[in-house]
């Protein structure tokens, strides 16, 4: 190990550089538990020497095999692990290259998977790396990253570390729903729609603040593309939601017929209104506040539409409710 650190570490060749760091990331992993001092020893060499290379691939390298030995060594070994992620925390994001900032967001996000129950401390300096640092980054592929890695850690963690998950949907609405990429927000509207459906089941409120971040957010965005998954999303959520919860139902239900249908675009229109039609037959229409707000809809609104699409679609939605 020595002789990697001071001599291989310190070779003008770029290739033996990166064989150096994929080697004592292997010896971490293998020696962690009889040798921690030395496994450690490893993980400084790469933090000190590797990380902060002039060759962006090697700081590349250096922050995969920092996340590989935090993942592999998590579940028994956390003191490395730490030290691995706060590596990663402290320097990985704020290099200047985009390509180690982006492995260092998708790091970051394996380990929160590959985390315990019990891990608390480690995963909270990974979700908080992924929303002060990953989720502001300057180039929109490492904000894109950091949405995916916060929305799988919500899912993930719902049912052992609820205030995590929450802190995880809250940056999802207040900084992925609002990003400046349309593609980044496009991806924070359908993970909030994956963790509100994953939640269904649990007392927790995560699907009422996706669905409640869907409505009074994405539902306005000036995409519409981003407009037209918010829709599709909330109108898929009011039909799993069971008769425990017709208060969001009609909350999510006022907001298509509020919004959807008076949308510029026909084809969120349409959307919404066979939505609607859906929504109306389904176990979820059979309570009377929710149908009513359904035929409403579909009668003042849908039938009324410049749309002559939309109109038919009015029509044969009554027609089918009807029957």
Same mark, same amino acid.
């Given at each position: ?122 995963? &909270? ?17 490492? =904000? ?11 899912? /993930? ?7 995590? &998950? ?18 980044? =927000? ?10 509100? /459906? ?24 000036? &995409? ?16 799993? #939601? ?44 059979? /309570? ?29 939605? #009554? ?5």
């Amino acid at each position: 190990v020595a002789g990697l650190i001071g001599g291989a570490l310190g070779d003008g060749e770029v290739f033996i550089w990166l064989h150096a760091s994929q080697i004592l990331g292997g010896v971490a992993i293998s020696i962690s538990q009889v040798n921690a001092k030395l496994a450690l020893q490893c993980v400084s060499a790469l933090s000190e020497k590797a990380l902060v290379d002039d060759e962006h691939i090697v700081r590349e390298t250096a922050a995969e095999v920092l996340g590989d030995i935090a993942v592999s060594t998590i579940v028994k070994t956390e003191t490395l692990a730490a030290a691995c992620v706060g590596a990663l925390s402290n320097q990985a994001f704020l290099d200047f290259a985009t390509s180690v900032r982006k492995s260092a967001t998708v790091v970051l996000g394996r380990v929160i998977v590959g985390a315990r129950e019990g891990s608390g401390t480690i995963v &909270s300096d990974c979700v908080d790396s992924l929303v002060s640092r990953a989720l502001l980054d300057s180039s929109f592929v490492v =904000r894109a990253l950091a949405v995916e890695a916060l929305g799988v850690a919500a899912i /993930h963690l719902q049912s052992t570390d609820v205030k995590v &998950s929450e802190y995880c949907v809250s940056a999802l609405s207040e900084s992925g729903l609002v990003d400046t990429s349309s593609d980044v =927000r496009q991806k924070a509207a359908r993970l909030l729609g994956e963790i509100a /459906h994953s939640a269904m089941g649990e007392s927790n409120g995560l699907t009422s603040a996706c669905a409640l971040s869907l409505v009074d957010t994405a539902l306005e965005d000036e &995409s519409f593309v981003v407009r037209s998954l918010a829709t599709e999303v909330l109108g898929k959520l009011v039909l799993e #939601l069971n008769g425990e919860r017709i208060s969001l139902a009609v909350r999510c239900v006022s907001a298509l017929t509020g919004k959807a249908l008076s949308d510029s675009a026909i084809s969120i229109r349409q959307s919404a209104t066979k939505i609607l039609t859906g929504i109306a037959v389904s176990r979820i229409g059979e /309570h009377s506040s929710v149908l009513a707000q359904c035929i409403w809809a579909l009668s003042e609104k849908s039938l009324e539409d410049e749309s002559f699409l939309v109109r038919a679609l009015a029509a044969e939605g #009554l027609s089918t409710i009807a029957v």
